[in-house]
């Protein structure tokens, strides 16, 4: 039972585009989201969060927007460069007491210079 | 240097052959966490903890053991390797007790079952 998906495997957008990444959750109870980016032979690294209270949150040039009434959440990069090549993961945890953490499959970025 | 670490980084046993992976953190965060990576399924949580003694089950909890005696180290037991588990293996830790805070991964520990 897959709480958190990621139904893209692989996304190719050429450098400078916006890239979009998505992520759909089907457990109302989820409190917060994540995303993760990771390299080959590295560990995952934390890239942006938001809470369930907001709609959207930007980092530079990452920006998580959450759509609560669609469960759905996406990841916008602009402009995509070529170190953001990467697989993305996007992550969700419940309340205060609940604290796992439950990830998506994962979509690979490849950015086309 | 703030890190998690790992070892051992990549490891190749037998089934039922006993073994543990350690995690150490040198940043006294509160959560630490272990995820395994496997194709097609992303990550899954393991087990986590959310301080000294405070452990509980992620998703994928069978056939694993924790322990948390001490703030900076949480170890990965497996008591009896099957195949099924070869995966890859990541620690994780946070400045909090919150999964919902940004983690910090240690490299990896990639374990072949045989």
């Known amino acids: 039972d897959q709480q958190v998906k990621q139904n893209s495997p692989s996304l190719s957008v050429q450098e400078g585009r916006i890239s979009i990444l998505n992520c759909d959750y089907t457990?109302?109870?989820?409190?917060?989201f994540l995303w993760y980016k990771k390299y080959p032979a590295e560990g995952p690294t934390f890239l942006i969060s938001i809470s369930s209270i907001k709609d959207k949150n930007e980092d530079g040039r990452f920006t998580v927007f959450l759509n609560k009434s669609a469960k759905h959440l996406s990841l916008h990069i602009v402009p995509s460069q070529p170190g953001d090549s990467a697989v993305y993961f996007c992550a969700a945890s419940g309340s205060f007491g609940n604290e796992k953490l439950t990830f998506g499959t994962g979509t690979r970025l490849t950015i086309i210079p | 240097e703030a890190q998690v670490t790992q070892n051992p980084r990549y490891l190749i046993t037998v089934t039922g052959k006993k073994l543990t992976v350690t995690c150490s953190q040198n940043?006294?965060?509160?959560?630490m966490s272990w995820y395994r990576q496997d194709p097609g399924l992303g990550l899954r949580q393991i087990y986590y903890s959310m301080n000294v003694e405070v452990t509980d089950k992620g998703d994928v909890p069978e056939g694993y053991k924790v322990s948390r005696k001490e703030k900076r180290n949480f170890p990965l037991i497996l008591e009896s390797p099957s195949p099924n588990q070869t995966s890859l293996y990541f620690c994780?830790?946070?400045?909090?007790?919150?999964?919902?805070?940004?983690?910090?991964f240690g490299p990896g520990t990639r374990l072949t079952v045989t």
């Open positions: 940043m006294n965060h509160e959560y």
């Open positions: 457990n109302s109870m989820f409190d917060y």
């Open positions: 994780a830790s946070s400045n909090s007790g919150r999964a919902a805070y940004e983690q910090y």
